[in-house]
Each structure stands twice: as C-alpha cells, then as structure tokens.
C-alpha cells in the first residue's frame, strides 16, 4: 500500500503540471504534503476544476463539486493521493 500511494503521488504530480501546463515546475518542485492552494503551489480555484477534470478522466473520481470534502481532498497531492488509492482498492 505505502508503494502504491507514492506511485500515486507521483502520477499527479505529473498530472498537475500537465494539466495545469506549469512551465518550469518539475516534479521534484512539488512537496506532496504542501497546500496545492494559496501558499503552497498557490493554485486558484479555476486550476482546481481543471485539475479535477484531469483527475475524473484519468482515475474515473467522482468529486462533488464544492463540498468541504472535496476541498480536504484537493489539499496537497498526498490527499489526492490517498483518495485515488481508496477509490481503486
């Protein structure tokens, strides 16, 4: 399982910058425990609809769409990592 959700966070690192088109950013620059918004990556919110397009296409997520859960879930890339996990065990 801890291999499993560190491939994970490594796939939407990847999926985050691409998505996102984040020029300059590599993986490495991305701390999956960092807030994915305000200071951490300093996304805004049209990058979190993006992102979780990106995340609905490629993992099959169903996320609603403003919820106070989803919000927890988009909190850095571990989260996401851990929801994509329990979504596909």
């Not at 020029?23 to 990058?47: H, R, T």
């Amino acid at each position: 399982m801890g291999h499993c959700v560190q491939a994970l966070e490594s796939e939407i690192k990847q999926l985050i910058i691409s998505a996102l088109s984040l020029e300059g950013v590599s993986e490495n620059d991305i701390d999956a425990s960092a807030p994915l918004f305000g200071e951490g990556l300093g996304l805004d919110s049209i990058d979190a609809l993006e992102l979780g397009l990106a995340l609905q296409k490629r993992y099959g997520l169903t996320l609603a769409a403003d919820s106070q859960e989803t919000r927890q879930h988009f909190s850095s890339v571990g989260a996401l990592a851990k929801l994509v996990a329990a979504q596909q065990a």
